[in-house]
């Protein structure tokens, strides 16, 4: 078990475990934390699972963990690992099995109480338009090609089809196209199981939440991105569905065997690993980029039936009900990406596990009207809290390869939040304070309790004081869309 | 013997399973699956059988071979399975048959599992028989 006293305080909030605490570490495990958040994290299995990735081959700088840290499964949720390119690794364990779950969110024009007359009935249009819950199925079939085209396309797909605006891809990480995807290394059952979930939410922490502008912290940033005080905003949280569950399942499978082949050794075998540039790890690179692309593709049909839904709600109140998007960023990735690394430009590949990219002002790959702010960071709390719009910074770049915290992390195990919590007085309660439920199931709704996660204002604090995204406004929930 | 038994953890679900020998531990550990997913026992008369065959490099991925397939079975029949009988069961490979119901909304999970992980995945031989511990993604 690793201990308090095996961290070595680097600043307030950067806490260290040197390379010699164990013999197969690659590098250091960096935490950024407050004192109280790293002995959160001390809690359960999450520094252990943070160090583990620090024995994966080719690591750059050091492992780093997050202050939303909490225990998954090979990596921590909120790890975040670069790997030299191309003869580093690529962990599809690095990635989990949600690829490019993520979260994106649209403003409105609109100010709270003009919404509020019609609050309810904008909940249960958007229960009702946008599918949700434990095999849910979307109102999009696809046949066999359009899904290829999907898988390749992203939300390209979705533009084309009708579903998506120009301006929608510019606000999108990665324009809503991952390069690099090829449908062809995605399994026929994958595909099986993605054929008719496009446009669904799921279940589990996923949800729709319609959340106002309660508090702006950087008036010129906020300006910049469209955001002012009592908006109503949109927020989707979700990825790619039983696509993407069933991709990562078959190359960490996979992956099994490649270990061996080359020699890699690891304390756990969920984070099996293959050399980028091998042919195992090309082939899982184009399966994940595809269904990345899946993940957009999916949240941008979202988008679309929840305009779809404002407007039937809203047109007979007010003149304009339409929403632009403020951003939409993926927090379960690895990506080929360009970082400083001891004063030279270098290739690295950066695996986000429960960690958003963060990219700060001047990067090239920003569209032309945010690269002189930096990249919008979406950071979702636990339901019924707030969430919070951050921008990317400069120290990110240099600290952490352009990249921060997700959301919250979870601090009780689903059992004792259903054994603690009942759905149907939670929805109570919620209702009690003004915010409006939809779910499809109590015991669902029971697991993800406020209580269940950390406070994400503590988190976010975190991550605005250590430098690595700047806090601009804060949302809190109206209404809450959950399968 | 009890079949198995949950472990704590944080995110996600994770169980201890227990058998006399290894079928019976393989068979136990697709109970605490569906157990862990809230199942409700049927009537025989609405029992189907599904027949599965993976194949793996050791017994602890057969183990996660096995459970994943029966979560493909979950899924692309809207079934869930209440019964299990391995066989054959060698370290590389695995024939058995589920014996399930349809999926109604009594046993609709709350949150379905996504995939059978190999972290910290052991089976390992004790003085009671035989004891697998799986953590899943939910």
Partial sequence: ?483 | MKRFEEIPHTADWSFRAFGGDLCELFENAAHALFALEGAQARRPADETMRLVTVSAIDYPSLLVNWLTELLWLQESHHETYLRFRIERLSPTELCAEAFGAPLTRLDTPTARIKAVTYHNLTIEQTARGWEAVVVVDV
């Avoid at chain 1, 490019?100 to 709270?112: F, I, K």
Wanted: net charge neutral; charged share 25%.
């Fill in chain 1, 1 to 483: 078990m690793i201990a308090k006293q095996n961290f070595e305080r680097i600043s307030d909030y950067v806490w260290q475990v040197q390379q010699n605490f164990r013999g197969d570490m690659r590098a250091p495990a960096r935490l950024y934390a407050s004192e109280e958040l790293l002995e959160d994290a001390l809690q359960d299995e999450s520094v252990t699972q943070l160090v583990n990735t620090a024995t994966l081959p080719g690591i750059i700088k050091y492992a780093i963990s997050m202050p939303d840290i909490h225990q998954g499964y090979g990596f921590p949720i909120g790890g975040v690992v670069a790997t030299q390119a191309p003869d580093g690794v690529i962990s599809p364990g690095g990635v989990g099995y949600d690829i490019n779950c993520g979260v994106r969110l649209m403003a409105s024009h609109l100010h709270a109480e003009q919404v509020a007359p019609k609050i309810n009935d904008l909940a249960t249009a958007l229960y009702k338009n946008c599918p949700s819950g434990v095999g849910s199925e979307g109102s999009l079939p696809l046949n066999a090609k359009q899904l290829d085209d999907v898988l390749e396309q992203g939300s390209e797909w979705a533009a084309r089809n009708g579903y998506a605006r120009r301006e929608d891809l510019q606000r999108t990480e990665e324009y809503g196209r991952m390069p690099g995807a090829d449908a062809g290394a995605v399994s026929k059952r994958a595909k099986e199981r993605g054929r008719d979930q496009l446009g669904t939410l799921g279940a589990g922490n996923h949800f729709i939440e319609v959340d106002h502008v309660v508090e702006v912290y950087d008036i010129a940033l906020a300006e910049r991105l469209g955001l002012f005080p009592e908006q109503i905003v949109v927020q989707i949280h979700c990825g790619s569905r039983g696509l993407g569950h069933q991709v990562c399942t078959d190359y960490v499978n996979d992956f099994q065997r490649a270990v061996r082949e080359y020699k890699i050794e690891l304390p756990d075998r969920e984070l099996v690993c293959a050399p980028l540039n091998s042919p195992e790890g090309q082939a899982y690179f184009k399966a994940m980029a595809a269904s990345a692309n899946f993940a957009f593709s999916n949240r941008q049909i979202l988008a679309h039936h929840i305009r779809r839904s404002f407007e039937e709600v809203l047109a007979s109140i007010v003149k304009d009900f339409d929403l632009f998007q403020i951003y939409d960023i993926a927090h379960n990735m690895a990506k080929v990406e360009e970082h400083a690394v001891d004063d030279k430009r270098v290739k690295v590949c950066v695996h986000r596990k429960g960690a958003t990219r963060a990219f700060g002002p001047g990067s090239a790959v920003l569209p032309d009207d945010l690269r002189a702010i930096g990249q919008p960071v979406l950071i979702p709390g636990s339901m019924g809290t707030a969430s919070y719009v951050l921008i990317g910074t400069a120290k990110a770049m240099t600290e952490t390869f352009g990249s921060t915290c997700h959301g919250a992390g979870r601090v009780m195990s689903r059992a004792k939040a259903k054994r603690q919590v009942r759905g149907d007085k939670l929805r109570e309660e919620l209702g009690a304070r003004g915010i409006v439920v939809r779910a499809g199931s109590m015991p669902g709704l029971a697991e993800e309790a406020p209580q269940a996660y950390k406070d994400v204002s503590q988190v976010v604090q975190v991550v605005h004081r250590a430098g690595i995204g700047c806090r601009v406004a804060r949302l809190e929930p109206l209404a809450v869309i959950k399968g």
